[in-house]
């Protein structure tokens, strides 16, 4: 199912574990995703109340009225990490109010990507850029 191109041949197998979980994002967050908790411990990420009923009712566009602390960064750069490696020739902007924030939200893309086992199956391109031009 990713769409990326392959760099590892898999087993049958693997590939349909691999498929089954690329499927469904909250399960590939799951299995692929690792986060720091509040108590400094790296665990997989695991969709929260809200999170999750955000995921069964977003929409093409949706806005999010939310406090702090309620995951939806962390949510939002996994879900555009797997709609990267699962959805063909498509983009993906990160922005904040302040370029360290935005760099420091590029740096969180980067390691789920990087401490993912998926970056030894797939090749995928992150590019920085800032500005405009």
């Not at 690329?22 to 590939?28: G, I, K, Q, T, Y």
């Not at 109340?49 to 995951?71: C, P, T, V, W």
């Not at 750069?77 to 904040?96: F, I």
């Not at 924030?101 to 990507?113: G, I, N, P, V």
Request: glycine fraction near 2%.
């Amino acid at each position: 199912m990713a769409t990326t191109k392959v760099k590892t041949k898999v087993n049958a197998k693997t590939a349909k574990k691999l498929e089954a979980i690329n499927a469904d994002p909250a399960r590939w967050f799951n299995n692929f995703v690792k986060i720091n908790n509040n108590q400094n411990e790296y665990i997989p990420f695991i969709l929260n109340e809200q999170q999750s009923h955000f995921l069964k009712n977003m929409d093409k566009y949706s806005i999010i009225l939310k406090s702090r602390a309620l995951g939806f960064t962390t949510f939002s750069l996994a879900y555009c990490l797997w709609s990267a490696l699962n959805k063909p020739r498509t983009n993906y902007l990160v922005v904040s109010y302040k370029q360290d924030s935005a760099t420091a939200l590029f740096d969180k893309l980067k390691s789920f990507y990087g401490d993912s086992p998926m970056k030894n199956i797939t090749s995928l391109k992150i590019r920085k850029t800032t500005g405009f031009k």
